[in-house]
């Protein structure tokens, strides 16, 4: 509602002696001057600019006599001023204008400037002016006065000696006897006995005392702290005429304020709270309608200290009060009591270093024009030790502060509760939060929507991404859209009394003083009346509102003396020639538009609906308006001011379905009033006959009457409704929503039979559920379940000011306000309520059509959790819980399991058994969770089981997740169970499943080791002889399970068991055939997969289906099958490169890694790193890949073969093999085959070769896997490796191996069957494979000769399992540190290296060049 914004500000007293420092401050009842009260003088300031016009300074003598000033009173036309004096004097005082047109304070404009032109009221509007103060009359009341009050003419004067005196302005008391309390009756209520009891005691008498207008009577509180209302009986204002009600409980009043709007009495006591009265209608007794005090949950604090209340005040537009306590502070509330701000927590009350601030106390205030300023006489604080000695603290001197505030619009323009946006005023500016509103009416006007985007160049919601992004990210933000207010308008119109924003958020109108002005977001441009005379001449009454394109608005037009309804169009200029104006009857005191209609409350209590429709005159676009039907409402509203607002809406006690004319629902169904508080709805009468309409004109047809009105609900603030309509929606378009105050808010909801059955007749068929919310609601989003609103938030900046400097600033004393916005979710209250009133089918209903808000997760989780901490909490048995209810609805919806353990890991242990009991066991909802593949939520419950469970259960399912994990290679996750079960492991002493421990603690460390590792293991071991890797073989076995890892045997033994688990899985993947699964598996969990493939070369690492392998990878690496081209195969250009080739071959035969480097040059690290260094967010890339493989392929095999004229396999391998081209670098190519004269047919040649090629990517991961076969000494696998890559040397460079060492046998053999079982496929199935394997014959030839000669030796060999550990595995123990080759078996280590000498140093040579190239550093990041 109301807002703190900024600091306040210091106004510049003249200060001279104590006696001259302010104490009291009352404004006129226009709020333009305000009277300042000293004890010896009295001050007239001008409100804008807060300028001191005039100071009447008391002589000595006479000071003496009347005592000091006390209070003022203005007479109703501002022309007098009466003051209290301590002894009991009344002084008059005059004030009068100095000669005419003599001003105090006047703007000076540069020459030129357009202000200079004779605008009427230039003079009063902008000028101070100047004033003369002059004592006219003095009464003496012979007694010290109370309290002075202002009542029609006279003036009601409370003093000491218990009488009521009523004066007439001119200093008079007309005659009329003073009115003795003692003689006035009070009682309970006034239907009881005429005599009620008299206050007996003579010393009573009124303390202070306020007239309440809508009441017509006084609202007093006595010296004894009784409150009370006095009400004249009859018109007479006599003692035998006024009759007094008291509620019998409060005995410590200590001041009052009345509120006229909504007719409420504020009663301040000394306990620090404020009691809100109202009075009953038809009894007349005082009624508590609710209570104002600060609650010890939110200021545990200061709660019971805050003293006695010492002001209260309602704002000029009574929709906040301000309270103010003996020991300091200040507080704002709404009408119904909900708290805005308060000052004596927070950065109000302490400094940034943690010491407690004196809270800023309050003698007197008075709210200024609109509520924007709060003047305010500041008292003495308690001073502070360090400063005392200080004279000129300014803080501590009572001073005059102003206080700003920015208000909600609905608190002056309340037929803005229709819409979405959020549209605070300030004096000058406007705050506006145009995200909302246009996201969620994307739908319904997207056109015009972007175009408002693109326009929105400086504001903060500007930004390029705004289409795409969803609610919550336009709900996050914190800023608001600040707009200036036109200066040429303001100058002239000060104060803004209204503003409207259209229903889109792009343009805005806003009412000063006279006439209006409009802004549109889009053009950054306001439009004023060209005509100045024509804005003078309007006073806007009622309120103004946007329909379509239209501004309407209600007005008096002043020259013409007659009240007027007017409807500019926002495109043409402002000027009545294009306005459209009906003349009104009476004064229009607000206005309202629903749809096509204008609903419009006027002063005699009658409410007007008009028709407003589009009119195209020729060139000038019009609007029409005619009136439809009238209804007085003088029977049912004692006063006109007392209406808050009124709304035309759809909403009606029938839902819809059980109408006889189902199109009616769309019709203006029901008119709303708040009366003071009070919800009125009155419908439509359908009762009588219904007639279709023939006409084709609805404004012919006569309406419905309205029903006698009912009341919907008490104490309401504001009213939201919607017109617009939503099939899937309808519970939350469809409903009426409330804000009351303190008491949170309502809504009434309708209620629908499923599937359009009839409903039951004994069903109401809406329903008001009240629900609590923590925001101030300003707006509400109907179909994102969201209640939008502000608060205030403070900044510090006493930092920037020294603690002791001379003068304590106020900046340091009162911290720096800002408006921020919030939003609150309220679906899950509304859920909640539904199911305590056992309507769980209507709860179902409206939390499916909610299902897709982004925020419907939190919605089930939040109304979970408050269930779940309220039960388990409670002190008393609960006779009928809620959490089972709760838990039965939530597993309607898919997110059950992921709610469920949300919200237990938010809640504390203790309470956990409570909610499992209602929801089910957490090892069922785990198991449920692996069956719906739902890994990352099972993750979560493993937590709750190992809290609840013995260790082997939560093992035991760790397991089960562990494995899954894997399956589906969630390495993320896979990583956190390793990390899981070790830390089970570690921290219980119960044993895991027995493994040998001496079996290989290798690969268990293998993580920490692997980040840092480069595949090209050769570095550290470069000049190092084969005899010390073995003596350092020799010395790292012992050594490794007495390491730092391997401290606790439980811990070791946890560890094997994590290794068994992945050596499995590893052996599953290559049994599988899933060689791509098997390098992210290694890669993304540190695996050390070269050296369990040494240890399971001759089991599971052996290649059993050579042609099955090879058309897996070909799927897996979506590489395509080779085809025989349709050109010859003995092209010129092939023969002569394959030559080459060929040459290359034999001079570097001897370097198996040759071909490592071909294929890329330095860019190869960032790629095998995209592929390995996947752990990150990315990783998923993989699987997608592999998962999409099947489909993918087909993708990409299609071109090429309806081609069907591609080159053979072979030439481009070769291409690049004697080149060395860098791929892609085509640059190069050219260079090296400029000289070559190739024939376009050749050219041909080299691009469908390199097509014929698989992804880039695989082609790396390839090149890497072969890396790793080839260092773990598999030779079948890097075979089939070099087929898929058809890479002759590939081949040549495995045979060397095979002839340089003793290879196993085996191994021989099954690479020589494998080949021969190749060949065959490819003759039948595959004939483009044929040329690639001819070209490697003469090499298959020579294998077949060599396992020949093998077998004889072979068999009389022993075979050990880690026989060929090669040179590589040797490096690969080097780096590897502790984790040592367990199946190696010492005899054999210090025997002759199985590997020659001169190929070693080759392989080493070679390793470190390509580690310097960065070829295949392995580094996980």
Known sequence: MYFLSGWPKRLLCPLGSPAEAPVHVQSDPQRTFFAVLAPVRLSIWYSRPSVLIVTYKEPEKSSSQFGSYKQAEWRPDSTMIAVSTAYGYILFFHITSTRGDKYLYEPVYPKG??????????????????LNLEMRKILDLQAPIMSLQSVLEDLLVATSDGLLHLIHWEGMTNGRKAINLCTVPFSVDLQSSRAGSFLGFADVHIRDMEYCATLDGFAVVFNDGKIGFITPVSSRFTAEQLHGVWPQDVVDGTCVAVNNKYRLMAFGCASGTVQVYTIDNTTGAMLLSHKLELTAKQYPDIWNKTGAVKLVKWSPDNSVVIVTWEN????????????????????????????KKDPLKINSMSWGAEGYHL???????AHNPGIEYDSKSVVKQPGILLFQFIKSVLTVNPCMSNQEQVLLQGEDRLYLNCGEASQTQSARSSSAHSEHKAGGGKSPFADSGLESQGLSTLLGHRHWHVVQISNTYLESNWPIRFSAIDKLGQNIAVVGKFGFAHYSLLTKKWKLFGNITQEQNMIVTGGLAWWDDFIVLACYNISDRQEELRVYLRTSNLDNAFAHITKAQAETLLLSVFRDMVIVFRADCSICLYSIERKSDGPNTTAGIQVLQEVSMSRYIPHPFLVVSVTLTSVSTENGITLKMPQQARDAESIMLNLAGQLIMMQRDRSGPQIREKDSNPNQRKLLPFCPPVVLAQSVENVWTTCRANKQKRHLLEALWLSCGGAGMKVWLPLFPRDHRKPHSFLSQRIMLPFHINIYPLAVLFEDALVLGAVNDTLLYDSLYARNSAREQLEVLFPYCVVERTSQIYLHHILRQLLVRNLGEQALLLAQSCATLPYFPHVLELMLHEVLEEEATSREPIPDPLLPTVAKFITEFPLFLQTVVHCARKTEYALWNYLFAAVGNPKDLFEECLMAQDLDTAASYLIILQNMEVPAVSRQHATLLFNTALEQGKWDLCRHMIRFLKAIGSGESETPPSTPTAQEPSSSGGFEFFRNRSISLSQSAENVPASKFSLQKTLSMPSGPSGKRWSKDSDCAENMYIDMMLWRHARRLLEEVRLKDLGCFAAQLGFELISWLCKERTRAARVDNFVLALKRLHKDFLWPLPIIPASSLSSPFKNGRYRTGEQLLKSQSADPFLNLEIDTGVSNVQRSQSWLGNIGPTH????????????????????????????????????????????????????????????????????????????????????????????AGCLDWCIVIGLILRESSIINQILVITQSSEVDGEMLRNIRTGLHAVDRWASTDCPGYKPFLNTIKPQVQKLSDLTEEQVQPEAFQPITVGKTPEHTSARAEESRGSSGHGSIPQGEVGGSSLVSRKEDDTALAEEEESFQDGTYDCSVS
Not at 113 to 130: L, Y
Not at 329 to 355: E, H, K, M, N, P
């Open 113 to 130: 400037s357009p202000q200079m032109k004779g605008t009427p009221h230039f003079k009063e509007e902008h000028c101070a002016p100047a």
């Open 375 to 381: 003047w305010v006489v500041s008292g003495f604080g």
């Open 1180 to 1271: 998923h890339e993989i699987d997608t890949a592999s998962s999409h493989g099947p489909q993918m392929q087909d993708a990409f095999l299609s071109p090429l073969s309806n081609k069907g004229d591609e080159c053979s396999i072979g030439s481009a391998t070769d291409l690049t093999e004697s080149s060395s081209v860098v791929d892609g670098d085509w640059t190069m190519v050219d260079e090296n085959f400029s000289t070559l004269s190739l024939t376009p047919s050749e050219l041909e040649h080299i691009s469908m070769e390199l097509a014929s090629k698989g992804p880039h990517k695989s082609q790396v991961q390839l090149r890497y896997l072969l890396h790793i076969f080839m260092e």
């Open 328 to 355: 300091g502070g200040l507080s704002l509330w709404s009408v119904f009591g909900a708290q805005l701000i308060c000052t004596l927590g927070g950065d109000f009350a302490y400094r940034s270093d943690g010491t």
